[in-house]
Every structure is written in structure tokens, then in C-alpha cells.
């Protein structure tokens, strides 16, 4: 939770005010975030796909989610069983909330910012039975950042094989 989502927050705090016209952002979630999603009770559903959510409202639930999972009641609250795609939902909310932001304050500066999923790919983490080299893995992220200047969108989606996702 540290790393996958307060990192990614503390980040994008950080450089989102500074990010130039034209700016590119691409936070990396995972498709585990969708079963996680699904494997929620339906109103902390409800909640993380409220289009209305808030920043302080996500941060909220992440962090019940950890005092729920350290008290060892998650799963009685309605949470998933997973640590990992519980924070991948919450880059990707979080990847939504600060789409929305940058279309309200910052709408002449064409900033997109979206969240896309690698795939399984060769590394550390998944070992070397997964699918896709680091090579292609790496094509949905790099075609995103390197969007033309005058592209319009995507804008506050998720993005998986170089197609946008429902979420």
C-alpha cells in the first residue's frame, strides 16, 4: 500500500503542478485491480466506481482497507483477499480523480493522464513463466507517454493492449 499507492499519490502530488502544456502521465495498474474490484462487497464498489469520488474519500478507503486487513476483518468488511489488487484499484481511481482535476483546473494545457496495464510481463515479480517480454510490455505505457501534442484523448481511462477498458 505504501509503494503501489501512497508512492504513486505522494508522486503525482508532487509533480502534477509542475507538469508542462501537453504533458504526458501513464501510472501503471494491473487487470488484477479489475477482479480485485469485482471480488469487493457492492457498496465499497459503489464507492470506488463513483465518478464524483474524491481524493480524500479514496485515501479513506485505502486506509480501511489496511486497518480492516491488520485487525484481521477485511474479508468480514467486505474486502477482497488481495493487498496487491486492492492498491492497483486504488492507482486506478486515483488515476481518474486526477484526470478529472487536470480537466477542470488545467483544461487548455491538453495534460492527459491514464493508467494502463503492461500486461504479465518478464520481470522479478512474475517470473519467467509470464507471456510478454519486457519489450512488449512496455509498448501501451511508451505509446501513451508519447501521445501527439495535439491528441485529445485518452484522458482519465484505463488502457489495456493499447485499448481503452471499462472500468
Known amino acids: 500500500?505504501?509503494?503501489?499507492?501512497?508512492?504513486t499519490r505522494d508522486v503525482?502530488?508532487?509533480l502534477?503542478?509542475?507538469?508542462?502544456p501537453q504533458g504526458r502521465v501513464v501510472n501503471v495498474f494491473s487487470s488484477v485491480s479489475l477482479r480485485a474490484l469485482k471480488?469487493?462487497?457492492?457498496?465499497l464498489q459503489q464507492k470506488f466506481r463513483n465518478e464524483a469520488i474524491s481524493e480524500e474519500e479514496l485515501v479513506g478507503l485505502m486506509n480501511k482497507f489496511v486497518e480492516d486487513t491488520r485487525n484481521g476483518?477485511?474479508?468480514?468488511e467486505?474486502?477482497?483477499n488481495a493487498a496487491y489488487g486492492v492498491t492497483k484499484t486504488g492507482i486506478t481511481v486515483l488515476s481518474r480523480i486526477h484526470a478529472r482535476n487536470l480537466t477542470e483546473q488545467r483544461r487548455g494545457d491538453k495534460i492527459l493522464l491514464n493508467a494502463c496495464c503492461p500486461g504479465w510481463?518478464?520481470?522479478d515479480m512474475a517470473g519467467p513463466k509470464a507471456t510478454k517480454s519486457p519489450i512488449k510490455g512496455a509498448e501501451t505505457p511508451v505509446s501513451l507517454a508519447l501521445l501527439p501534442l495535439d491528441a485529445e484523448g485518452p484522458h482519465g481511462q484505463l488502457?489495456?493492449?493499447k485499448k481503452v477498458k471499462q472500468w
Not at 476483518?73 to 468480514?76: E, N
Open 121 to 123: 510481463v518478464r520481470t
Open 39 to 43: 471480488s469487493c462487497r457492492p457498496e
Open 78 to 80: 467486505g474486502w477482497p
Open 12 to 14: 503525482c502530488t508532487e
Open 73 to 76: 476483518i477485511h474479508q468480514k
Open 159 to 161: 488502457v489495456m493492449e
Open 1 to 7: 500500500m505504501k509503494t503501489n499507492f501512497f508512492g
Open 16 to 20: 502534477l503542478p509542475l507538469m508542462k
